[in-house]
T-cell receptor, first 112, second 116 residues
Framework: AQSVTQLGSHVSVSEGALVLLRCNYS??????LFWYVQYPNQGLQLLLK??????LVKGINGFEAEFKKSETSFHLTKPSAHMSDAAEYFC??????????FGQGTELSVKP | DAGVIQSPRHEVTEMGQEVTLRCKPI?????LFWYRQTMMRGLELLIY????????DSGMPEDRFSAKMPNASFSTLKIQPSEPRDSAVYFC??????????????FGSGTQLSVL
């Protein structure tokens, strides 16, 4: 069965600093991996996804994530944080049947 | 495209009342999912449909919860009778199928349910 663990329920960075949100997954089959962002009082929005091919995936708003099979990780990064990046971020793994399993979420705060 | 549309946006009801949440998926999407989000439990998958057929309802908490998808453009999640512990944000999401299973989900804005 697939599962997702996000390390750190809350991450705080300064504006302009590197953003690193950690995600580890467990899957018995090649995973489809996703990062979603949720702004206050809104639904989740897809940031980026990994299915097959290139392991470094670029998404919207300058975010990217790297699939590392040996480490079973899919960490999300952004070189320089903006105030507008403050939100909750969810890592997810999707099985072949289309069921999406979410991590517990990481709330990102950006300090001026 | 209007995206996934959920109604109502907010619902306040009293314990014991019936609650019906509604969802219109994106046109052409064949899979529909209902999720519940709470602080304590995070995002939980309640049920999902493929081509209007329920595939996995193992996440439905108990018999008080039921979901239907009478056609490709409409789904409901019903709670009867409602209880205070059902208070949460309920999200509907849709996804294309086939080779597009890797497309991920498109979420609605959610229904904030408060049961007093």
């Amino acid at each position: 069965a697939q599962s997702v663990t996000q390390l750190g329920s809350h991450v705080s960075v300064s504006e302009g600093a590197l953003v690193l949100l950690r995600c580890n997954y467990s899957s018995s089959v090649p995973p489809y991996l996703f990062w979603y962002v949720q702004y206050p009082n809104q639904g989740l929005q897809l940031l980026l996804k990994y299915t097959t091919g290139a392991t470094l995936v670029k998404g919207i708003n300058g975010f990217e994530a790297e699939f590392k099979k040996s480490e079973t990780s899919f960490h999300l990064t952004k070189p320089s944080a903006h105030m507008s990046d403050a939100a909750e971020y969810f890592c997810a793994v999707q099985n072949q049947g289309g069921k999406l399993i979410f991590g517990q979420g990481t709330e990102l705060s950006v300090k001026p | 495209d209007a995206g996934v549309i959920q109604s109502p946006r907010h619902e306040v009801t009293e314990m014991g009342q019936e609650v019906t949440l509604r969802c219109k998926p994106i046109s052409g999407h064949n899979s529909l999912f209902w999720y519940r989000q709470t602080m304590m439990r995070g995002l939980e998958l309640l049920i999902y449909f493929n081509n209007n057929v329920p595939i996995d309802d193992s996440g439905m908490p108990e018999d008080r919860f039921s979901a239907k998808m009478p056609n490709a453009s409409f789904s409901t999640l019903k709670i009867q009778p409602s209880e205070p512990r059902d208070s949460a944000v309920y999200f509907c999401a849709s996804s294309p199928r086939g080779e597009a299973v890797s497309f991920g989900l498109f979420f609605g804005s959610g229904t904030q349910l408060s049961v007093l």
